[in-house]
């Protein structure tokens, strides 16, 4: 990677990156100061690709977190129904959770460390591999304008 910095390598002398380079201002030591740094980066930078407009600002003003045009829309798309889903949720994972322990400490026998060792690694990376397809997929496909899936399940799965 080619940074515009006050000594150029002999693989990034590009004309470009030559001239940005005399138009700064040096120290006594030979040192780019630290506002002419940020100049040359942010000329030299790749502009990001945000639909949101958050790179029209300041560099100094806060960016991300609750500011974040993004995050407002995410915000004001929160119902009571999306709650009360959480709520239900939460609940059912708790008594299921519940329900599996009871049966793993009434079930559970050392002499089967054979099986339980392997199902125990199969099921971690089964897991995984579940989850991992899941995020691909809620990620990648749809639109949180889809009614009922969209606004109940993409969009908050997309705000986290």
């Known amino acids: ?11 990034c002398s590009t004309s470009s990156t030559a001239s940005s380079t005399t138009t700064s201002s040096k120290d006594n030591m030979g040192h780019i100061n630290s506002e002419d740094e940020d100049i040359l980066v942010a000329k030299n930078s790749m502009p ?4 949101n407009g958050n790179t029209l600002h300041d560099a100094r003003e806060i960016r991300w977190g609750p500011q974040h045009a993004g995050a407002k829309l995410l915000a004001s798309q929160y119902t009571k129904e999306k709650r009360i889903q ?3 949720s939460i609940i059912l994972c708790i008594i299921l959770m519940v329900y599996n322990f009871y049966f793993i400490c009434r079930y559970f026998d050392v002499r089967n460390w054979y099986l339980i060792i ?3 690694l199969l099921g971690i990376l089964t897991a995984d591999l ?3 397809i ?7 496909w749809g639109s949180v304008d889809m ?3 969209g606004r109940n399940f993409l969009r908050p799965f997309r705000e986290h």
């Open 147 to 149: 009614p009922f899936i």
């Open 48 to 51: 990001e690709d945000d639909p």
């Open 86 to 88: 959480e709520i239900i």
């Open 130 to 132: 579940a989850s991992g």
């Open 118 to 120: 392997p199902s125990a």
């Open 1 to 11: 990677m080619c940074l515009s910095l006050p000594t150029v390598s002999p693989s």
């Open 134 to 140: 899941v995020h691909w997929g809620a990620d990648t």
